[in-house]
């Protein structure tokens, strides 16, 4: 397969879920909000913290307030990470490979587009209904992937984007939750509490996957069934293991072992993850394990990039 191809499908990939879960961010989001006190900002200035994009919103809005921070994250298109600049270059990814991907997968990532694109010129009638729309669109591309698209380089280029995309944002809206959603100290294990980490888990669609494995909801479960779990779809460990089957099958190289950059480094996360407990999580500092967690799937993804796409000599004996 060209680099070129599999940049593409990569990057198409890693865009639509990107999209998908930008919109479950807002959402809940503004969700929890009508509970909080009047005149609240708090949570939409961890979003913005969270999205990593809080530099360039500062530089352009100042405030994070609620319409400030749901038109950058969504409509703006000098922002790179929006809802519709996602969709603009998930789009344009995929025309360059429509040969590649098949008409079905095309004409529904163009349509998602064109939904989000309209919207952008005409008032929004609900915001929670377009929101559903951004990830009922989402799943549908999916699904068209799954049922189309041959098992083949391609497939496992695209499903590997969607899933360490998908592992990352995960561990966004974690730390969305530890740093600021919570307003205050004596709010743990209150009301309030329990509806911000249901919100964390509605965010994810996990809320009904949770309850069947866990009777209350505290933190340390929470984080161990988002973290830790291996059969939850939006688990950061179910991600990395079904981000190595790809990997492995697309390089040929035998699990456990590595052939390149790329492999040594998700198969050394997948296997700290493998003997990490909830509380070794809490002992480091939720933020913080986040935050180094989120610097070692971005390796991961710099090391896709070494060993596939900028093909680097070294990057498959290092």
């Known amino acids: 397969m060209l680099s070129r191809v599999?940049?593409?499908?990569?990057?198409?990939?890693r865009y639509v879920e990107r999209a998908e879960n930008l919109a479950r961010f807002i959402d809940v989001t503004h969700s929890v909000s009508l509970d909080m006190p009047s005149g609240s900002t708090d949570q939409w200035g961890a979003l913005i913290s969270a999205s990593g994009d809080h530099l360039q919103f500062e530089k352009t809005f100042g405030q994070p307030t609620r319409e400030n921070v749901i038109h950058f994250m969504t409509f703006d298109r000098d922002n790179p990470n929006s809802i519709y600049s996602c969709l603009a270059a998930a789009r344009e990814n995929a025309r360059s490979v429509r040969e590649i991907i098949g008409s079905e997968m095309w004409e529904q990532i163009n349509q998602f587009y064109i939904m989000v694109r309209d919207a952008t010129v005409k008032p929004l009638a609900s915001l929670d209904e377009f929101f559903h729309q951004v990830k009922m669109a989402s799943h549908l591309f999916l699904g068209i992937t799954i049922a189309t698209f041959s098992r083949g380089e391609a497939w496992h280029f695209a499903r590997l984007g969607r899933v360490l995309e998908?592992?990352?944002?995960?561990?966004?809206?974690?730390?969305?939750?530890?740093?600021?959603?919570?307003?205050?100290?004596?709010?743990?294990?209150?009301?309030?509490?329990?509806?911000?980490?249901?919100?964390?888990l509605r965010s994810v669609s996990g809320f009904e996957m949770y309850r069947k494995r866990h009777h209350g909801i505290t933190p340390k479960r929470v984080v161990g069934f988002l973290v830790l779990d291996r059969n939850f779809p939006r688990a950061i460990m179910h991600c990395l293991e079904v981000a190595n089957q790809s990997l492995h099958a697309i390089s040929g190289s035998p699990e456990g072992t590595f052939w390149n950059l790329a492999e040594k480094r998700l198969g050394q996360l997948s296997s700290?993850?493998?003997?990490?407990?909830?509380?070794?999580?809490?002992s480091t500092g939720l933020h913080e394990y986040l935050d180094s967690l989120q610097t070692k799937l971005n390796e991961v993804g710099d090391g896709i990039f070494q060993t596939f796409i900028n093909i680097d000599p070294e990057a498959a004996t290092a």
């Open 272 to 282: 700290e993850l493998a003997y990490l407990t909830v509380d070794d999580i809490i």
């Open 6 to 13: 599999a940049d593409a499908i990569y990057w198409m990939s």
């Open 166 to 200: 998908r592992a990352d944002k995960t561990s966004r809206i974690l730390d969305v939750k530890y740093f600021i959603l919570l307003p205050s100290a004596h709010d743990v294990g209150s009301p309030m509490d329990d509806l911000q980490w249901s919100a964390v």
